[in-house]
């Protein structure tokens, strides 16, 4: 079999070349999924032109298409956002948004495009808000068509009303590291199993 | 003017006489709210029998007719919740189903019968899940009919994936004590406003 | 390969036997479980004497046990769930609360019990919060070690600030029996995956 | 006493002049406000350059400055959004990430500087989602310093899985209307209340 392939979208306010929390918890995880044999890239939401709307390309210069189709190449898709307000970014919910429109796009045999993918969610935060971000994207994801591991959120956040980042811890916490290791093997299994076997069609 | 009068029901899943970390943050907020006037009492749910159901009396020894009577005669309704999988606790939401009822039941104005009523909401949790419990438990009571005062949630919770209960805290962390005082004053402010000048009817 | 066996939670507030759209609901899901060779079953939680808490048995005549090994011994656990004021019932949440003390017991490999399950979840209401109901309880029941199909979440809700229940429908409406049918397959084709080849150990 | 000034954030992913279902319901809205005596206005956020992060101010052309200082300037604060995969729009978003900057910005008694303003809340969409969109929302808000009046929030949505727009309605249904109205009535009289006896400081 060949490769199977991860994309991460990272949904940081920050452009690049600035650190970034959220990108640092997904390179975590992408090396994670290295190590199961997983072929991985990823890009920052905010370093392109992602247009508002619900149509796969917005025109006038919307660098969607580009990004989609990452995800369409990827077996394994990871979303990767911070937390404001309780929330996910902007961004992250940008590319949910974007996403909707692949609800009406179908494969071969006839299902939503996005199926026989996998979904992982990662979250970082100074505090508080990690579970509901994940319900949230979790949810849009799933909604999609993709599949969901067992455990496939992961997330750090500090103490209530803290301020200090994920980046700036000096190492990954042990209970976030073991998270992190059981998200990648979960993620490459059933991406595994879906590329054995995909979802039948009607 | 008479003096203001608070309740809080805790929502807590462990019985008294236990410790419990959400009536010990309901406690810190009573308190304020006393220092600025406020005549307070509570209750946890846990040592009632409140029924599954949405009317205001389920009967067979439904105790849930007691705790409304008390919120009917507070002016400031304190919801205190632990949180559980990252949601308010299962009988935070028990007391909202309950509270559905009084949408329909009015006062002499022909208004919802809890108008005019300030709600505030407390969370407590080893670790993240803060906001939305917030967020879930304030639509709720703003949706039935109380006032939402600025800055009217208040929260602890430890980093993420730790095990440590607010009840296990030495004290009150700076920022969690100075947002507790804020919600209380201003909690205060908002009830004794509408005690002046209630919301206007049709 | 033996049959796949799916059991439903229905947390709906009303005992059995009064009519429940969410165990109306749960049966056409199960009524397409069945077509694609799952046994099925369910059961009402509000019929049982269910604990508030945190572990697997509270004592007392907690009826939690006999229920949570009806998931253990089924290969598809089906949430179906009430909105009430916007949010899962009561019963859904303490469902979720009683299997939090899963996380903290591992099978033969040393995982968490509920792995190489798959969780779908239905939800219906007279009007508004679908969605995030999905949410809540997908996120949940992922965390604690549950898989999530492709558009693993169903429900029927009606027009905003409506009254019709799911059950005075004369039918199912076209779009909610397809996703129904699609929900059922790919639960089914993801638990048969699971069986073939279960999670893989640290 | 001045007249009231209300200013509402439509959060359509639809740049004027296109029609917008979240622009057609704060019309609704804003004119309920005028027959309570305040004087309104409003803007699409899509039709302004709003940098993403968490500054007053991006520079580079950010038009956040701008739309802000409207927020500042109004004593109450509407903020209509759409749904989208169960979410307030990412432009929703954005708004209240931009407000995160004014938690450390304070007026002349030393409180967070959007304290004594109220906020309400529409939203639309297709089907689904407006409870958990109007409490995303109202938590972000309050927590900044805006007072929610009774019943707050409002919104339209179709039935499940249906394609109907707000926008596309022959009338507004009677249950929205009197939702609108009562709405308008309660953030006019939070607002005049706030205005005649303001939060009291430390």
């Given at each position: 079999m060949e490769n199977l392939k991860a994309f991460a979208l990272i949904c940081s306010l920050t452009p690049s070349p600035e650190p970034s929390s959220s990108e640092l918890m997904a390179n975590?995880?992408?090396?994670e999924l290295s190590k199961n044999g997983v072929t991985t890239s990823s890009a920052r939401v905010v370093d392109h032109n992602v247009a508002p709307g619900v149509k796969t390309d917005m025109g006038n210069g919307d660098e969607w298409p580009g990004l989609r189709q990452r995800i369409l190449d990827a077996d394994i898709f990871l979303l990767s956002t911070p937390i404001w307000m309780g929330h996910p970014s902007s961004l992250a919910q940008r590319v949910v948004e974007r996403l909707d429109a692949d609800l009406a796009e179908t494969n071969d045999q006839d299902q939503p495009i996005m199926y026989n993918k996998v979904a992982v969610v990662s979250v970082v935060g100074n505090e508080d808000g990690a579970h509901k971000t994940v319900a949230d994207m979790m949810q849009a994801l799933n909604d999609i068509g993709f599949t969901v591991p067992a455990q496939g959120g992961t997330y750090w956040v500090g103490e209530a009303m803290q301020a200090v980042d994920f980046k700036d811890l000096d190492e990954v916490p042990e209970n976030i590291a073991h998270s992190i290791s059981m998200l990648a093997r979960n993620a490459a299994h059933v991406a595994?199993?879906?590329?054995?076997?995909?979802?039948?069609?009607e």
């Open positions: 975590h995880i992408l090396a595994k199993s879906l590329k054995v076997a995909s979802y039948p069609p």
